[in-house]
């Protein structure tokens, strides 16, 4: 048994939009061990991405929780946060967020300036560990989404974080491309032992450890 | 390289807004640049009317003499002595009406030195060393200037030495009241003399500045030893140094009141002149404050507003560099310096642009007629201005994409929030 790396105890956050109030996530409790790979799955604005963007201090819950490698992420001020994810934890986002106006080189960097350890050769091996080293000098524009997305993977690993943390990461690609991703993404944090946590809607995905299921803000399984 | 690229790549269409920016500020730069200069040319002049006019002093003076100088046709009639101003002023009495005030005593008297057979008009003037200074410039050529202490001796102008052929440690003598010759020992050659209140020239005499309907040339001695030529310690003129601005109204109540039995003393101040000054600046200053300020906020508040939306445009990936662990201040720093460029360079373009075509000098006939020409100046509270307006307009622009990026959830400004 491995010390849980992420947990969430009575983890609630409710969204007020136009006088209304939305219920994003429920009394939410998870606990996450270190290097386990955990799928969470569930319909569109079921809560998934609340709930990774509150692991990763993008946001702060209402009520409850939230521990990750021992930090308490909901009281992080803005630039403890900030530190806290260079050192702790990689995004995948669903639509990249690549700076356009970078190389794929110079975005993969970037993770590394906040921590004020930029190496172009650690640089040069994540894209090659996801099959970019001939593309380092192309701007995102020049690529296609799968390459875009494994760019956006190297991204999250440059820092070697202990958490990866992927937002529907195959959510706008085609199925060849969504498979080369997933592949790229789930061989280099189990090469490194890393936990993912990964955000999904698609079913179909069985090369997790666990598998969770939001509906409506609860979660509501919980499979090995 | 990379922080050149996140600073000014990737704008795109914005680019054009942030040129449009670039182009107002540089326009309300060159007219507020405009303004100000032409208020600090007006700070300037002021200062120099300040200095010229000194406020503070009062002078007090005895009626002019016009009577014409007789020159002597042969050598057998005796030097005569022609006041400058007749001395009517009791010294008790003006120390007196002074107070605590400083009194600059002087006694402007015109005679002729006759050497041989030859002869010189020369103004003498009685004075006190340490006082005159301050309200008068003498410039020392060779030798010093004149001591309290001092007994016959003087110091003269260059044109006044020369026509008497004398230099340091010659002397010339000049005739007493009761008839013997006073032997005046040059201590002091002086190439330059600014006299406040200079009296009208009245003869033909060597001077500094030929010119000049006033004089500027002279033998100065110490008040002691013009008594002693004259004979008397009546005053011809005199000087009240006022201890404030403030006071000087009180203090030519109190002289006019001193002297009010004596029609032949007369007491002026250029107080009165000042405040008009003062009243013309404040006018000047006013005016084109207006026209800055007016400026600074229609033209300032669009260009602001040109770079709210470029960086809420760039708001995303502001948010992503955070999200990927940059601090809050170094993941914005691109868009302060992105807008510093901007303000800087048109404030730069600007402030030039005002100092080539801005017209000098300047003046407004009505409103500045007491002032005289103003010239426009660029200096260091100018540029100072234009900068701290761009800054400002940066800052305005920039504080409401701050503002979410700090006080919200940086996930609400990350493209695709899905909840």
């Known amino acids: ?224 | 390289m990379i922080w050149t690229k996140l600073t000014f790549g990737g704008f795109g269409r914005r680019l054009v807004e942030a040129i449009a920016a670039a182009i107002i500020i540089a326009a309300t730069s060159a007219v507020v640049a405009a303004s100000l200069m032409v208020v600090e040319g007006a700070r300037n002049t002021l200062a120099r009317a300040i200095r010229q006019d000194r406020p503070d002093i009062v002078q007090v003076k005895s009626r002019f003499n016009r009577a014409l100088f007789e020159t002597p046709r042969s050598g057998n009639l005796p030097p005569l002595t022609v006041p400058v101003y007749e001395p009517l002023i009791d010294p008790v009495g003006l120390q007196k009406a002074a107070a605590d005030h400083q009194v600059v005593e002087r006694q402007s008297l015109f005679r002729n030195v006759v050497t041989g057979n030859s002869f010189l008009n020369v103004y003498i003037f009685g004075v006190d060393p340490d006082a005159e200074r301050q309200v008068s410039s003498f410039s020392l050529a060779r030798g010093r200037f004149l001591r309290r202490e001092d007994r016959a001796v003087t110091v003269l102008d260059q044109a006044s030495a020369r026509a008497l052929g004398v230099d340091i440690g010659g002397s010339f003598p000049v005739r007493k009241a009761d008839g013997t010759d006073l032997n005046l020992t040059v201590v002091g050659i002086l190439d330059g003399v600014e006299l406040r209140g200079a009296p009208p020239r009245s003869a033909e005499t060597p001077s500094l500045t030929p010119d000049s309907t006033f004089v500027s040339s002279g033998a100065f001695v110490n008040m002691a030893t013009s008594e002693e030529i004259f004979g008397r310690n009546s005053l011809t003129d005199a000087f009240v140094v006022a201890s404030s601005v403030s006071e000087v109204r009180d203090l030519v109540a109190k002289l006019q009141e001193t002297f009010r039995l004596e029609p032949g003393v007369f007491v002026t101040e250029r107080f009165s002149q000042y405040q008009r000054k003062v009243g013309d600046f404040v006018l000047t200053f006013a005016l084109f404050s207006v026209i800055s300020i007016a400026t600074v906020l229609f033209a300032g508040s669009f260009a602001s507003s040109l770079l709210n939306d470029i960086y809420a445009g760039r708001r995303q990936q502001y948010a992503t560099l955070i999200a990927l662990g940059l601090s809050p201040t170094i993941a914005i720093a691109p868009a302060a310096a992105f807008g510093l460029a901007i303000g800087v360079t048109a404030v730069l373009v600007g402030g030039m642009a005002a100092a080539a075509f801005v017209p000098r000098p300047f003046a407004m006939p009505s409103l500045m007629a007491d002032l005289g020409p103003t010239v426009p100046t660029m200096d260091w509270v100018v540029a100072g201005s234009m900068v701290a307006i761009a800054i400002a307009a940066v800052f305005v622009g920039l504080v409401p994409t701050v503002f979410r990026l700090v006080r919200q959830p940086i996930a609400m400004s990350l493209p695709e929030v899905n909840p």
């Open chain 1, 1 to 224: 048994m491995t010390a849980a790396l992420v947990s969430l105890r009575s983890v609630s956050k409710t969204y007020r939009r136009q006088r209304q109030t939305i219920g994003a996530l429920h009394d939410v409790s998870l606990e996450v061990e270190c290097g386990e790979f955990v799928r969470l799955s569930g319909p569109s604005g079921s809560g998934k991405t609340t709930l990774l963007n509150l692991v990763a201090g993008l946001d702060r819950p209402d009520h409850g929780e939230i521990f990750v490698a021992g930090i308490d992420v909901a009281r992080l001020s803005v630039s403890r946060a900030s530190k806290y994810r260079a050192e702790q934890v990689g995004m995948v986002f669903q639509s990249y967020n690549l700076i356009p106006q970078l190389t794929a080189l110079e975005n993969v960097l970037l993770p590394m300036i906040a921590l004020r350890r930029a190496d172009q050769r650690r640089a040069r091996e994540l894209l090659d560990l996801v099959g970019l080293a001939d593309r380092s000098a192309h701007n995102p524009a020049q690529l296609s989404g799968g390459e875009q997305q494994r760019v956006a993977i190297a991204r999250a690993l440059a820092n070697d974080p202990a958490l990866v943390l992927a937002d529907e990461p195959t959510g706008n690609l085609d199925d060849q491309s969504a498979q080369r991703v997933m592949g790229v993404l789930t061989s280099a944090v189990r090469e490194r032992g890393r936990t993912l946590l990964l955000v999904t809607h698609e079913r179909g995905m069985r090369t997790a450890e666990r598998s969770l299921e939001l509906r409506g803000g609860v979660l509501l399984s919980a499979s090995g």
